[in-house]
C-alpha cells in the first residue's frame, strides 16, 4: 500500500482492524473460560461451547490481525529496497541500468526496473538511451545553464 492509499484509509478499514483486535481478545478470553471451567467443574464437556466460540473468534480474528501487520510492514521494504537503489546509482557514478541494479542491490531485474521507472516518473532520476539500453541517472547537483554564474 503506498503512502497516499495509507492516508486516505477509510474508517471502515481502522473498525476492520480494530474489530479483528476485539475478535481474537474475545477468543482468548473465551477460551481461558473454557479452561477455568473446566477445572473448576472437573468435567471437560462443560467448556465445549466456550472452546468451540473462542476457537471461531480466533479462526477469524487472528488471520485479520496477522494479514494486517505483514502489509504495514511493505512500506519499510520498500522503502529500504528504494534506498539500496538509490545507493548503487550513486555509487555507480551516478548513473545505472536495470541490469547493473540487479547485480549491485538484493532486487531483481524486473523489481529493479519497474522501481526506476518509478522514480522517473517522479522526477526523481533522469532516464537517457546509449546504445539501446536505458540508463538511469540522478539528476546532477548543478544545472549546466547555471555554470559562469556565481551562487548568492
Given at each position: 500500500?503506498?503512502?497516499?492509499?495509507?492516508?486516505?484509509?477509510?474508517?471502515?478499514?481502522?473498525?476492520?482492524?480494530?474489530?479483528?483486535?476485539?475478535?481474537?481478545?474475545?477468543?482468548?478470553?473465551?477460551?481461558?473460560?473454557?479452561?477455568?471451567?473446566?477445572?473448576?467443574?472437573?468435567?471437560?464437556?462443560?467448556?465445549?461451547?466456550?472452546?468451540?466460540?473462542?476457537?471461531?473468534?480466533?479462526?477469524?480474528?487472528?488471520?485479520?490481525?496477522l494479514n494486517r501487520h505483514r502489509h504495514q510492514s511493505l512500506p519499510a521494504a520498500e522503502n529500504s529496497k528504494e534506498r539500496e537503489l538509490l545507493s548503487a546509482i550513486r555509487d555507480n557514478g551516478g548513473s545505472i541500468?536495470?541490469?547493473?541494479?540487479?547485480?549491485?542491490?538484493?532486487?531483481?531485474?524486473?523489481?529493479?526496473?519497474?522501481?526506476?521507472?518509478?522514480?522517473?516518473?517522479?522526477?526523481?532520476?533522469?532516464?537517457?538511451?546509449?546504445?539501446?539500453?536505458?540508463?538511469?541517472?540522478?539528476?546532477?547537483?548543478?544545472?549546466?545553464?547555471?555554470?559562469?554564474?556565481?551562487?548568492?
Amino acid at each position: 500500500m503506498s503512502e497516499p492509499e495509507r492516508r486516505e484509509q477509510t474508517p471502515e478499514d481502522n473498525q476492520g482492524s480494530t474489530s479483528a483486535y476485539a475478535t481474537t481478545a474475545v477468543g482468548v478470553a473465551l477460551l481461558i473460560g473454557a479452561v477455568l471451567l473446566i477445572l473448576t467443574t472437573g468435567v471437560p464437556v462443560s467448556g465445549i461451547g466456550l472452546v468451540i466460540g473462542g476457537a471461531a473468534c480466533l479462526g477469524w480474528g487472528l488471520p485479520q490481525v496477522l494479514n494486517r501487520h505483514r502489509h504495514q510492514s511493505l512500506p519499510a521494504a520498500e522503502n529500504s529496497k528504494e534506498r539500496e537503489l538509490l545507493s548503487a546509482i550513486r555509487d555507480n557514478g551516478g548513473s545505472i541500468t536495470p541490469a547493473e541494479a540487479a547485480l549491485e542491490t538484493s532486487l531483481t531485474v524486473r523489481e529493479a526496473d519497474t522501481m526506476l521507472s518509478e522514480l522517473a516518473g517522479g522526477g526523481h532520476v533522469t532516464v537517457e538511451s546509449l546504445n539501446g539500453a536505458l540508463f538511469y541517472s540522478l539528476p546532477s547537483r548543478r544545472d549546466p545553464a547555471l555554470e559562469g554564474f556565481d551562487q548568492v
